[in-house]
């Protein structure tokens, strides 16, 4: 810190004898080592508390840019979807392939959306339990 050599101190050391005398210099020097420990003490505290500070930071950017980048996988996994789940009509023909009602046809297919959403409930279903039904219970017991 302070680029002090062996003759400076030595030319301190003998100012205070002659200024301060024998009996009051360990005094002085003592009180002088409290206060530049603490001097030191208190410049590390605050070194660290504004390392922490930098650091918190960064994470909070770090986690600030993952946080994009997994919205924005997300749209795009939501995009392809619904893409793939409800394919847009190519020009020119509009809805002419799909049948409705009034055609004859039976009825209109759901939209995708009701579909996808089947599909999921479908999808939770198959992996958990099935469920005996009333029937089933009355079939049991008889």
């Known amino acids: 810190m302070f680029d002090i050599g062996f003759l400076e101190l030595l030319v301190l050391g003998i100012v205070g004898l002659l200024v301060l005398g024998p009996e009051r210099l ?45 919205d924005e ?20 023909q509009g809805d002419a392939k799909r049948p409705t009602s009034a055609e004859g046809g039976g009825e209109a297919p759901p939209p995708a959306s009701a579909r996808l959403d089947d599909a999921l409930a479908d999808a939770r279903t198959a ?3 099935p469920t005996p039904s009333d029937d089933d219970k009355d079939a049991a017991s008889r």
Do not use: F, Y
């Open 127 to 129: 992996g958990s339990e």
């Open 73 to 92: 996988s997300l749209s795009k996994a939501k995009r392809d979807v619904e893409s793939i789940a409800d394919p847009a009509p190519t020009p020119g």
């Open 26 to 70: 360990p005094k002085a020097a003592r009180t002088v080592g409290l206060w530049v420990g603490k001097i030191k003490r208190t410049v590390s505290s605050m070194q660290r508390e504004i390392n922490s500070q930098l650091e918190a930071e960064e994470l909070r950017q770090k986690l600030k840019e993952q946080q994009a980048k997994l």
